[in-house]
């Protein structure tokens, strides 16, 4: 069974916005943050955003810095990422993330212990 469950994905305008959101499914557990990834067709995987429980840090990978937010809700091992001012250049399969170990550094996808399946984004111009 799949840990966590992303949904939200679909088709989106450019200048547009879209909410994923994620959510534990099934499986008990405790989680110090969580996170969202993205995979572009052809391209490696990239941290997106994550958030840190304990003092609701926030971290945003340059590229959607401004446009992008994530929220949640650390008791229930839920996440949301808002997409504002989406582009082509978002298109990509999109994973949540929950950090168990209380990692570091949460850009590092090593240091997450569950993921989603993924749901995809497309945008269109």
């Known amino acids: 069974q799949v840990p966590l469950v992303e949904s939200g994905g679909g088709l989106v305008q450019a200048g547009g916005s879209l909410r994923l959101s994620c959510a534990a499914s099934g499986r008990t557990f405790s989680s110090y943050g969580m996170g969202w990834f993205r995979q572009a067709p052809g391209k490696e995987g990239e941290f997106v955003a994550a958030?840190?429980?304990?003092?609701?840090?926030?971290y945003y990978a340059d590229s959607v810095k401004g446009r992008f937010t994530i929220s949640g809700d650390g008791p229930r091992n839920a996440v949301y990422l808002q997409m504002n001012l989406p582009t082509p250049v978002d298109t990509a399969v999109y994973y949540c993330?929950?950090?168990?170990?209380?990692?570091?550094?949460?850009?590092?996808?090593?240091?997450?212990?569950?993921w989603g399946q993924g749901t995809k984004v497309t945008v269109v111009s």
């Open positions: 993330a929950a950090d168990l170990q209380a990692a570091s550094i949460l850009e590092f996808h090593a240091n997450y212990s569950l």
């Open positions: 958030i840190r429980w304990s003092v609701g840090s926030t």
